[in-house]
T-cell receptor, first 109, second 114 residues
Framework: GQQVMQIPQYQHVQEGEDFTTYCNSS?????IQWYKQRPGGHPVFLIQ?????EVKKQKRLTFQFGEAKKNSSLHITATQTTDVGTYFC?????????FGAGTTVTVRA | DTGVSQDPRHKITKRGQNVTFRCDPI?????LYWYRQTLGQGPEFLTY????????KSRLLSDRFSAERPKGSFSTLEIQRTEQGDSAMYLC????????????FGNGTRLTVT
């Protein structure tokens, strides 16, 4: 079945620095979604990408969907303490979304 | 929009006991999902309802697990004869619109089996 893999599993970032987290699917996806889960919280939807090569921005977050629609990335610029949490990508699989294991981000002030 | 509501927030039970969790989705949402999440992992799909019909159930799900959505509104998830391996966060999510629309998650029920 479809598998969604994310790297790295952990990302330790100095406040103010940039970083990128990656998501790869074993199959071509019709769309990909990103969620953020704060410590002790529940996953919250961030964005959905549908088109091949699509790029969307939300303030300091830039999301990209690969040309082959099998991978995606999330780039955060000028990391802030509010960016702490786990970022999940998720791809559709029949009626459900299959989630990756997430990238957990910690920030050093 | 009061969000997805789950009850209880925490449940501690002894091995072998049955437990039942409740989820109230966002009122106009026709799709309802149950997921399970353990530490360091992403949400793992358990089952899906469209209105009152259960359309998909994980093949990994033991027959000790059962879910209902009797009137297409709230849903219950029951685990019979709980095992320590059932300890996890049980998340409910709802959505509206086309299949694979974004999910709105509740705060979850944390189950601890002792």
């Amino acid at each position: 079945g479809q598998q969604v893999m994310q790297i790295p599993q952990y990302q330790h970032v100095q406040e103010g620095e940039d970083f990128t987290t990656y998501c790869n699917s074993s199959t071509t996806l019709s769309n990909i979604q990103w969620y953020k889960q704060r410590p002790g919280g529940h996953p919250v939807f961030l964005i959905q990408l549908v088109k091949s090569g699509e790029v969307k921005k939300q303030k300091r977050l830039t999301f990209q969907f690969g040309e082959a629609k099998k991978n995606s990335s999330l780039h955060i610029t000028a990391t802030q303490t509010t960016d702490v949490g786990t970022y999940f990508c998720a791809g559709p699989n029949d009626y459900k979304l299959s989630f990756g294991a997430g990238t957990t981000v910690t920030v050093r002030a | 929009d009061t969000g997805v509501s789950q009850d209880p927030r925490h449940k501690i039970t002894k091995r072998g006991q049955n437990v039942t969790f409740r989820c109230d989705p966002i009122s106009e949402h026709n799709r309802l999902y149950w997921y399970r999440q353990t530490l360091g992992q992403g949400p793992e799909f358990l089952t899906y309802f469209q209105n009152e019909a259960q359309l998909e159930k994980s093949r990994l799900l033991s027959d000790r697990f059962s879910a209902e959505r009797p009137k297409g509104s709230f849903s219950t998830l029951e685990i019979q004869r709980t095992e320590q391996g059932d300890s996890a966060m049980y998340l409910c999510a709802s959505s509206q619109g086309p299949r694979n629309s974004p999910l709105h998650f509740g705060n979850g029920t944390r189950l601890t089996v002792t």
